[in-house]
């Protein structure tokens, strides 16, 4: 808390680029929250959720499709031209780090989904103050429950569950409102040089790229907090009002 009466300056902003089927990206959000909750002045972050698609051209499964326990590791190994043993690798460490974080992945479970209307539903949800909690939801339905977060009807009941309104997310969805916004972060990220995800981007001064421990992140935002622009003074003396009266010049 600030001393009473201390002139504060602005907050910080975060804007971090993810997906809600990337899981460094949920890796990354458990770290950046254990960081947030150590940070003094937590309660001036803001923190805005940016769309990156890690595979645009994805097909979505429909709800209730069945997934075979090694398809993740398939659709992995085809990804990056390696053996389906060595992506179960991948997926059984990426697990552990998880579990260490408190996060329960269950790659055999994962439903393939395009994205693109999930980074739709965060940001109706930015606009309705709700976008953390969305963004939590997704990815915990895609990672931990086998949700088909690319089906529609299956986003409009998981974003109905974080606090959003099912039939103006359904309307959304339907008239695409929100795909320009979409595809503006995807191009704002493209000209920041963004390539990989998570991504963090504090106060538009220091970027963050991977899933980095919590005392990493901690001290960007503690460097971000001290390096802040606080309203300097060029002229002062003149007459003011405040919470206590007005200041009056004698003989006026």
Same mark, same amino acid.
């Given at each position: 808390m600030e001393p009473a009466g201390a002139v504060v300056g602005p907050g910080v902003k975060v804007e971090i680029w993810s997906d809600v089927?990337?899981?460094?990206?949920?890796?990354?959000?458990r770290r950046f929250e254990a960081a947030l909750a150590r940070f003094a002045h937590r309660d001036a972050v803001e923190v805005e959720w940016k769309a990156f698609e890690l595979d645009p051209g994805a097909p979505s499964a429909a709800a209730g499709e069945p997934v075979t326990p090694?398809?993740?590791? &398939?659709?992995? $190994?085809?990804?990056?031209?390696?053996?389906?043993?060595g992506a179960q690798q991948m997926t059984d460490s990426m697990t552990q780090?998880?579990?260490a974080e408190g996060l329960d992945f269950r790659f055999d479970r994962a439903v393939r989904a395009n994205t693109f209307d999930a980074h739709q539903v965060l940001h109706l949800a930015a606009e309705r103050g709700v976008q953390d909690g969305v963004e939590e939801r997704l990815l915990t339905a895609y990672f931990? &429950?086998?949700? $088909?977060?690319?089906?529609?009807?299956?986003?409009?009941r998981l974003a109905a569950e974080a606090g959003l309104d099912a039939d103006e997310v359904r309307a959304a969805l339907t008239d695409q409102r929100y795909a320009g916004a979409v595809r503006a972060d995807e191009a704002?990220?493209?000209a920041l040089g963004i390539s990989g995800v998570p991504f963090f981007v504090v106060d538009r001064k220091y970027g963050v790229n991977g899933a980095q421990s919590a005392d990493v992140l901690l001290q960007v935002l503690e460097r971000a907090w001290a390096e802040r622009t606080p309203l300097i003074p060029v002229i002062s003396g003149g007459e003011?009002?405040?919470?206590?009266?007005?200041?009056v010049r004698p003989g006026a």
């Open positions: 089927v990337c899981p460094w990206c949920h890796i990354g959000k090694t398809e993740y590791a &398939e659709r992995l $190994a085809r990804k990056y031209g390696t053996s389906v043993a780090q998880a579990a931990s &429950e086998g949700e $088909a977060v690319g089906d529609r009807e299956t986003l409009v704002e990220a493209q003011v009002c405040g919470p206590d009266g007005c200041s």
